[in-house]
């Protein structure tokens, strides 16, 4: 379909206040991508069961609310091919949308509590972040959602919209799932800082320790959950827009059980051992999560809760010949699920931008410096929004 017509028919879901969601998965390779679009027809809200269903899923941070269901059955499909350039050189022009001095000494506050928290032992790690409200000009979601199409070409960018919810739209680095078959992919993603032209860069003990802290959990609570052929990759730096993390690939099986096409028992149970990471959350789990809970004093919503394609009908191209069919490629058809955590996102209400923003802290963190890396971080929106 043509781009004009996939964004007029957005326009009009809009208008009719029916919900959506536009998406783009990361460009690994080459310069065409394919955006996709599912139109709901009614203005329901549905929730997955266990995620044995198939569509579009956007999940809240806290687990004990439902993730948000787009059903592949009932949603009309739109995509268009997009011609991509190189990642975007945008700068941030603009130092408007600054924030007050009370709320910045409230965030480092807030990191002061946490490091004696971490001190006394009580904790290993834990992930704490603030909103940020920008002022919007004349920009309408959908432009919002094409300037970050076009300025971040590795990340999963998406625009989703429900009239009982909100609308969202983000640019996210963090894969959470992604699974083909019975293989399965996630990533251990932590530490940041600036990216100044180069990957080739030194990182400090504190990132080091943050991102091992993510590993180590990840994949603990993997092998707990009786996944096969554990593996994972050597430590890396990624870039993610004007930002470097520290990144280490893991993958492996899934026990036949786990797989949704043999049995109901869906991906419930690989979720629950990933979601919420120590990238997001914190570590112990459980504490961190109730440190975030009852200090951080406001709800992240669907920040650092997750969104993606969630057993998605994948045509498979297959170059083996056999006896009979011999030269003719035949088809299989798979299921395939790509889970991103919602990080580098905004809430838009009414003329305005909600950002939201964290970062992981330890017992060595220092205040300001983490107060600095939530600034850089939102610059990530900024940059579309202060143009
Ligand atoms: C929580 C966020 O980032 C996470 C992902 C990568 C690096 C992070 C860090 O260095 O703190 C965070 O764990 C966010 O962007 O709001």
């Known amino acids: 379909m043509p781009e004009a017509e996939f964004f007029q ?27 996709t679009a599912f139109l709901q027809q009614d203005d ?13 899923v956007f999940a809240p941070f806290d687990t004990s609310e439902k993730a948000i269901l787009f059903a592949e059955n009932t949603s009309e499909k739109l995509h268009f091919e997009q011609v991509v350039s190189e990642e975007g050189t945008a700068v941030l ?18 990191v002061r509590k946490a490091v004696s928290v971490l001190r006394a032992g ?22 919002l959602f094409k300037e970050l199409l076009k300025t971040y070409a590795t990340a999963f960018v998406y625009c989703w919209y429900h009239p009982k919810i909100g609308c969202w739209l983000g640019a996210t680095p963090e894969t959470l799932l992604k699974v083909e078959g019975r293989r399965f992919k996630t990533m251990a993603l932590a530490g940041t800082q600036k990216y100044h032209g180069t990957t080739d860069v030194e990182w400090g003990e504190k990132e080091k320790q943050e991102q091992q802290f993510v590993t180590d959990s990840i994949v603990e609570n993997l092998k707990a959950s009786g996944v096969e052929d ?28 786990d797989v949704p096409r043999n049995v109901s028992t869906g991906y419930g149970n690989i979720i629950s051992a990933l979601h919420p990471t120590p990238a997001v959350c914190g570590l112990p789990k459980e504490k961190a999560k109730s440190f975030i809970l009852s200090e951080e004093n406001y709800d992240r919503e669907f920040y650092t809760g997750f969104l993606g394609e969630l057993n998605l009908q994948k045509n498979v191209q297959r170059s ?10 035949y088809r299989a058809v ?25 970062g992981g802290i330890t017992k060595d963190s220092v205040p300001e410096d983490e107060w600095q890396e939530t600034v850089n971080k939102a ?6 929004l202060l143009k």
């Open 9 to 35: 028919k957005l326009e009009e879901q809009f208008e009719s206040a029916l919900p959506f969601v536009a998406y783009r998965k990361p460009i690994l390779t080459g310069d065409r991508a394919t955006v």
């Open 44 to 56: 329901e809200l549905n929730y997955t069961e266990n995620f044995t269903e198939s569509g579009f």
């Open 93 to 110: 022009t603009s130092q408007k949308g600054q924030i007050s001095e009370e709320k910045k000494l409230g965030h480092i506050e807030l």
């Open 122 to 143: 009580e904790m290993d790690k834990v992930v704490l972040s603030r909103r940020e409200e920008v002022e919007l000009k004349e920009q309408n979601r959908l432009q």
């Open 230 to 257: 554990l593996e994972r990759s050597e430590l890396y730096t990624s870039k993610a827009g004007n930002l470097l993390h520290l990144q280490t690939d893991i993958n492996g099986t899934l026990v036949s059980t």
């Open 320 to 329: 083996r010949t056999r006896r009979n069919v011999e030269n003719l490629a």
């Open 334 to 358: 798979k299921k395939e699920t790509n889970l991103f955590v919602n990080l580098r996102c905004m809430k838009i209400e009414d003329n305005k931008a909600v950002l939201f923003i964290g």
């Open 379 to 384: 610059e990530t929106m900024k940059k579309v």
